[in-house]
């Protein structure tokens, strides 16, 4: 089973930049995602990520530590359209069945306000 | 662009009917989700499939059933709907070893 947290919302101003954290405890870890959901609309994917370490994808930006059972998702540059839910999810690795399963944060609603 | 498609968008049915709601992919993908997800809340997986004639249940109980005996087609079905089955349905896909899941629109039930 997992446990995972991060903030119910958050608000932030258009130009600036904001970070979204995530802790998470599991076992069987096998990576980390980090999706966007617009209000009435399907969930779309943004970054992933396995081993320790930052990764960068224009002005998203995910970050792990394993050890830690902590990421976090930057946004830089904010714009009016990044005001959405961000779903920190994480993939466990069924024990002795080889199999993955993906479990979903409860999301953090973000507000961007001019 | 991803390929994959929910149908119906939006439903209203009666207590003890009996519906299915459809999901088809045609990117060739061997896994399928569906997750449930009601108003403001996390996604919750209810049911999911690593190829033809394979379906597990999720983590969260579920009184739907699911089959797949297409790769590109995963029906989700309930015997009798019930008021507690009203929420939105969202349906999953993605390759074997690939981290990135595409989602569908999603079928927003409600039952009366």
């Known amino acids: 089973g997992q446990n995972i947290d991060q903030p119910t919302e958050m608000t932030a101003t258009e130009g600036a930049i904001v970070q979204i954290n995530c802790t998470y405890q599991?076992?069987?870890?096998?990576?980390l995602f980090w999706y966007q959901q617009h209000a009435g609309e399907a969930p779309t994917f943004l970054s992933y990520?396995?081993?320790?370490g930052l990764e960068e994808k224009g002005r998203f930006s995910s970050f792990l530590s394993r050890s830690k059972g902590y990421s976090y998702l930057l946004l830089k540059e904010l714009q009016m359209k990044d005001s959405a839910s961000y779903l920190c999810?994480?993939?466990?690795?069924?024990?002795?069945?080889?199999?993955?399963?993906?479990?979903f944060g409860k999301g953090t609603k973000l507000s961007v306000i001019p | 662009e991803a390929d994959i498609y929910q149908t119906p968008r939006y439903l209203v049915i009666g207590t003890g009917k009996k519906i299915t709601l459809e999901c088809s992919q045609t990117m060739g993908h061997d896994k399928m989700y569906w997750y449930q997800q009601d108003p403001g809340m996390e996604l919750h997986l209810i049911h999911y499939s690593y190829g033809v004639n394979s379906t597990e249940k999720g983590d969260l109980s579920s009184e739907s059933t699911v089959s797949r005996i297409r790769t590109e087609h995963f029906p989700l079905t309930l015997e009798s709907a019930r008021p507690s089955h009203t929420s939105q349905y969202l349906c999953?896909?993605?390759?074997?070893?690939?981290?990135?899941?595409?989602f569908g629109q999603g079928t927003r039930l409600t039952v009366v």
């Open positions: 990520n396995v081993l320790d």
């Open positions: 999810a994480v993939r466990e690795e069924n024990s002795g069945a080889g199999s993955y399963q993906l479990t």
């Open positions: 599991t076992s069987g870890f096998n990576g």
């Open positions: 999953a896909s993605s390759e074997y070893h690939s981290p990135e899941a595409f």
